[in-house]
């Protein structure tokens, strides 16, 4: 089994920042990727951000050059940092993983969610 454990969430006013935090422990063989998702009231779960075990990247327009994901692999840790906050980026933040629990078998983890929210 793999846990996720997320921090870092809070209430900040627009424009300000935040930085999140995942960590994962468990069975874990590798992590083939990790990535950041949100889901505010009444909409649907989306992406945020993710990264690879080859540290590439990517990131929702909606973020892109405010958020920065980044990874500690020695820790099976990434972090989300996040610049000049908007009103609409409050929501739910949730981490996922992508693991290897063995050479044969990858599966899907989350995290359970850290509330950030902007104000005005």
């Known amino acids: 089994q793999v846990q996720l454990v997320e921090s870092g969430g809070g209430l900040v006013q627009a424009g300000g920042s935040l930085r999140l935090s995942c960590a994962a422990s468990?069975?874990?063989?590798?992590?083939?990727?990790m990535g950041w998702y949100r889901q505010a009231p009444g909409k649907q779960r989306e992406s945020v951000a993710g990264?690879?075990?080859?540290?590439?990247?990517n990131y929702a327009d909606s973020v892109k050059g405010r958020f920065t994901m980044s990874r500690d692999s020695a820790k099976n840790a990434v972090y989300l940092q996040m610049n000049s906050l908007k009103p609409e980026d409050t929501a739910v933040y949730y981490c996922?993983?992508?693991?290897?629990?063995?050479?044969?078998?990858?599966?899907?983890?989350w995290g359970q969610g850290t509330q950030v929210t902007v104000s005005s």
């Open positions: 996922n993983a992508n693991v290897w629990i063995n050479r044969y078998k990858r599966d899907d983890y």
């Open positions: 468990g069975s874990i063989f590798s992590i083939a990727a």
């Open positions: 990264i690879t075990s080859g540290d590439s990247t």
